[in-house]
């Protein structure tokens, strides 16, 4: 009888050791299955002024509650009913008062963009989307979360994007445009090679990092500030930049010859610790900047150098003669002057060569 209880104890115990090793693997193993997961954002002040611009890639509802009114576009009356979003049309979805609006599922969303919404305050989560567009600028006093790891975004902009916090690795993804300028708390990581880009903008990206080598890129815009730990590499040509801007980012990149077509009011500007290794590239660069098409008169920068990295005066003065006549300003490296050991003369500004 002993026996036979000690038995039946020990095996009450073993399936109760069983039990709960089952629930806590079935519990480790449950996800969260966040696309089917309703997106709701949540309006604490709109004045119908702003909008949450959006594509789903199904025919759906958005549904507005609370105190919420919504429209779909810039006319028409604000409704409290549910109106309907085609499927695979970019809509304006326009907010006015405190509440929310709902799209059922949130794995419909395949384009997002909020800007500069102002006074206008709204909150959500885009964990679950299937978002090949994010376009997040401006937010103000808004706050937009979520992990846009898994996605296939091929546009991703994050611009000053106060106390929303996006996180995720971007490694695989086939971008045309990543730029992170202010992101905050938000964390970004991944590796950029392969990738098609035509705008490289990183600045002010805190604890992100991003690595990669741009060779090979078909960029019109290259702008790279205060990255922090990422490391970009590579070779700067075939390029056909309307923008180049790199600031304290060292020895890591080279530079070829690109057609250049500046357009934006930044110009040409190498600044900070950003160097090129050898004086025919600087070369290069002055003479790809002296036949470019400059949109207006904009500056040429650069602010390092060396007397053994400098270009050869006799070489490049023809070029600096043009390129004076296209900049707004142009700065060179104090080193690169005659007084300093270096073969430009002192004169380099009024000078044009015999």
């Known amino acids: 009888r002993n026996v036979q209880k000690y038995s039946r104890t020990k095996k009450e115990e073993e399936m109760s050791g069983l039990g709960l090793c089952l629930g806590l693997g079935l519990g480790a ?19 119908g002024t702003k909008y949450i611009r959006v594509q789903v890639s199904e025919t759906t509802t ?36 405190a509440g929310s609006l709902t799209i059922p599922r949130r794995k419909l969303v395949t384009y997002l963009y909020l800007s500069s919404l102002g006074s206008s305050v709204i909150t959500g989560d885009i964990t679950g989307m299937k978002l090949t567009y994010l376009f997040l600028s401006n937010l103000g006093s808004s706050v937009i979360t979520g992990d846009i790891t898994g ?36 964390i970004i990581t991944g590796d950029i090679t392969g990738m098609k880009l035509t705008t490289l903008y990183l600045v002010n990206i805190g604890s ?20 922090g730990s990422s490391v970009i590499t590579g070779d700067i040509t075939g390029m056909k930049l309307t923008y180049l801007y790199l600031n304290n980012i060292g020895s890591s990149l080279t530079y070829g010859t690109n ?17 090129f290794a050898t004086a025919a590239e600087y070369a290069r660069l002055i003479h790809d900047a002296a036949n470019a098409t400059w949109s207006g008169a904009y500056p040429f920068r650069i602010d390092a150098g060396t007397n053994e ?13 043009v390129l004076r006549g296209k900049a707004a300003w142009t700065i060179i490296p104090s080193a690169w002057l005659e007084d300093n050991g270096g073969s430009w003369p002192i004169t380099w500004k009024e000078y044009t060569g015999e």
Not at 64 to 82: C, Q
Not at 208 to 223: A, D, F, P, Q, R
């Open 29 to 47: 193993h449950r996800r969260v299955d966040y696309g089917n997961m309703p997106a709701v954002f949540t309006v604490t002040a709109g004045d």
């Open 62 to 97: 958005v549904t507005p509650a609370g105190g919420t009114s919504i429209r779909i576009g810039n006319t028409g009356e604000f409704v409290t009913t549910p109106l309907t979003l085609a499927a695979n049309t970019i809509q304006d979805i326009y907010f006015n008062g």
């Open 151 to 186: 996605m296939e975004l091929t546009y991703l902009l994050l611009d000053y994007i106060g106390s929303s916090v996006i996180t995720g690795d971007i490694t695989g993804m086939k971008l045309t445009t990543l730029y992170l300028a202010g992101i905050g708390s938000s």
């Open 208 to 227: 992100s990092v991003i690595t990669g080598k741009i060779t090979g890129m078909k960029l019109t815009y290259l702008v790279l500030s205060n990255i």
């Open 259 to 275: 057609l250049l077509n500046i357009d934006s009011s930044y110009g040409i500007q190498l600044l900070g610790s950003t160097v």
């Open 309 to 321: 990295n400098c270009p050869d005066w006799d070489t490049v003065k023809a070029d600096v003669a």
